[in-house]
T-cell receptor, first 112, second 112 residues
Framework: DAKTTQPNSMESNEEEPVHLPCNHSTISGTDYIHWYRQLPSQGPEYVIHGLTSNVNNRMASLAIAEDRKSSTLILHRATLRDAAVYYCILGLWNSGNTPLVFGKGTRLSVIA | DGGITQSPKYLFRKEGQNVTLSCEQNLNHDAMYWYRQDPGQGLRLIYYSQIVNDFQKGDIAEGYSVSREKKESFPLTVTSAQKNPTAFYLC???????????FGSGTRLTVV
């Protein structure tokens, strides 16, 4: 499986933007970039995914480098409820039934 | 509302006893998955099933067993052969062509 590298932890002030980086230098042409987050004592939840172009949804934005070897999840205004572990995962384009492979993710702390 | 139900939320068992964790979904998803999470770690895949009456081993299947007799249900049995069963267990499901998997809220198993 293609591998991703994320910082172990990051900290943000409340209501500030947060940029969570992910390196995936061995990404293949058919790999989508997925982001999930896991709140304390809960199961992960889907945040966003993309292939080549930047993507926006109600939760976050995903900025993908032109060479696709890195990406950044952007939370535009961090709230205390955004404190979670964020996972960057690579998967095939039609991988609806292919298991997601999780790394350790980035633990985001939000300071009031 | 559609979703995945894992029960119970907390489970205590004596060492040497088998225990079955329940996972039920009403999302009409074809594929279901079981993950294990240890403190401070990412999720590791135990078993997955892409269709009824079929399942595949994940990375850490030893000491676990599953069945998939109905589309809605994918119970996981933690057997006495599992050396370190105390962990947080997460069930998930997904649909072909969809980019997001849905997770349950987990079962925290403690073996004493």
């Amino acid at each position: 499986d293609a591998k991703t590298t994320q910082p172990n932890s990051m900290e943000s002030n409340e209501e500030e933007p947060v940029h969570l980086p992910c390196n995936h230098s061995t990404i293949s042409g058919t790999d989508y970039i997925h982001w999930y987050r896991q709140l304390p004592s809960q199961g992960p939840e889907y945040v966003i995914h993309g292939l080549t172009s930047n993507v926006n949804n109600r939760m976050a934005s995903l900025a993908i480098a032109e060479d696709r070897k890195s990406s950044t999840l952007i939370l535009h205004r961090a709230t205390l409820r955004d404190a979670a572990v964020y996972y960057c995962i690579l998967g095939l384009w039609n991988s609806g039934n292919t298991p997601l492979v999780f790394g350790k993710g980035t633990r985001l702390s939000v300071i009031a | 509302d559609g979703g995945i139900t894992q029960s119970p939320k907390y489970l205590f068992r004596k060492e040497g006893q088998n225990v079955t964790l329940s996972c039920e979904q009403n999302l009409n998803h074809d594929a279901m998955y079981w993950y294990r999470q240890d403190p401070g770690q990412g999720l590791r895949l135990i078993y997955y099933s892409q269709i009824v009456n079929d399942f595949q081993k994940g990375d850490i299947a030893e000491g676990y067993s599953v069945s998939r007799e109905k589309k809605e249900s994918f119970p996981l049995t933690v057997t006495s052969a599992q050396k370190n069963p105390t962990a947080f267990y997460l069930c998930a499901s997904s649909l072909p062509g969809h980019f997001s998997a849905t997770f349950g809220s987990g079962t925290r198993l403690t073996v004493v």
